[in-house]
């Protein structure tokens, strides 16, 4: 029996046992950070913590990195000025602020996660990459992933099925134009779907989305086409949600991202568990946050059981390791209020 979701809370059948429906997915191999995600190890009838993670290892730590200046609205985007632009004219400062993350951001970070021998997953604006396409494919060939989260910089969740499914496939169109790579996973502004988001990713081809908080390990949850992946995501360890330019204290940050780290680590003995951190460019690209970082992952990179990992490996690792991996059978979001099948 698979693990049921009810409406506004959760049932619980079973946490770990399989659900043997639902047509299986080939996945394409987008290259890997760790050549272990696609050649797992056998795994036994019964789940022990040797198979959580390739190569046994204790923890995922799976960091996020948004590629989205360039795709916001000139007028009225959301930045570190309190005041709202008047009458729809271009705000030039806060454009400029996006506009960080193009110059400074993502190179100091690119850099950053090189230092530490470590692969991402790049959510990217379709329109941010048209517009800066060489960044786009930098970030690619260094070997992260290219990941979607939109035409623009806004919410789509409104939108009827033609205009929602024509918004993700001129990303992805936008995305392999510049890059190559054709992406599997898909991140909403905000994380706000609707309710046939899921379905309409699967047809396009996505194995995974990151649009639920619900947990810290990757599930399933099946869809009409098939199993498809949620590699959850967070709000605490979100650096636009938690800690904003307003009251930034980077002692308290780090000690934020140890504690979770210690915490998870220390759980990851007996349960399968996955720390996710996620970067914007124009956020933690500035100096004095990537020095914070760098102490945070030079700590955690002391650890030799600990897999640094994209989303793609993750969601590929989750499909291949089905006897630890929950598998949650949801009704319509119209009843249980969570990301599910429309149908």
């Known amino acids: 029996m698979p693990e049921t979701d009810h409406a506004l809370g959760a049932n619980q059948v079973s946490r770990r046992e399989v659900l043997v429906t639902g047509a299986a997915l080939t996945l394409p191999v987008i290259g890997s950070a760790d050549a272990a995600s696609s050649n797992p190890t056998k795994e036994s009838a019964m789940p022990n913590s040797t198979l959580f993670w390739p190569n046994g290892a204790r923890l995922a730590v799976s960091f996020s990195l948004m590629f989205e200046a360039g795709g916001q609205p000139i007028s009225g985007a959301g930045g570190v000025i309190p005041d709202p632009i008047q009458q729809g004219l271009p705000d030039l400062p806060t454009n400029a602020f996006f506009q960080y993350g193009v110059y400074e951001g993502i190179p100091r970070l690119l850099d950053l996660f090189d230092k530490h021998r470590m692969k991402v997953s790049s959510f990217m604006i ?8 060489d960044l786009a494919r930098e970030i690619v060939r260094r070997g992260h992933e290219a990941a979607a989260h939109g035409r623009t910089w806004e919410n789509s969740y409104f939108l009827d099925a033609d205009s929602e499914r024509r918004f993700i496939s001129d990303d992805v169109e936008s995305i392999v134009k510049a890059t190559g790579q054709h992406p599997i996973g898909w991140n909403a502004y905000w994380m706000r779907n609707s309710l046939r988001t899921l379905d309409i990713l699967q047809s396009l081809g996505f194995v995974y989305h ?3 908080p619900s947990r810290d390990e990757p599930f399933i949850v099946p869809l009409k086409g098939g199993n498809f992946v949620t590699v959850p995501y967070t709000f605490h360890m979100n650096d636009i949600v938690s800690f904003p330019f307003v009251g930034w204290n980077a002692a308290a940050y780090e000690q934020a991202l140890r504690d979770e780290f210690d915490q998870l680590y220390e759980e990851g003995g007996h349960r399968r568990r996955m720390m996710v951190v996620s970067l914007h460019d124009r956020i933690s690209g500035h100096a004095n946050r990537v020095r914070s970082l760098d102490r945070f992952l030079t700590y955690a990179r002391s650890k ?12 590929r690792w989750a499909l291949s390791s089905p006897t630890v991996t929950p598998v949650v059978k949801r009704g319509p979001p119209t009843i249980t209020g969570l990301p599910g099948s429309a149908a």
């Open 210 to 212: 990151i649009d639920e």
């Open 126 to 133: 379709g329109q941010a990459v048209e517009k800066i396409p």
């Open 304 to 315: 030799s059981d600990v897999w640094f990992a994209r989303k793609d490996e993750i969601a």
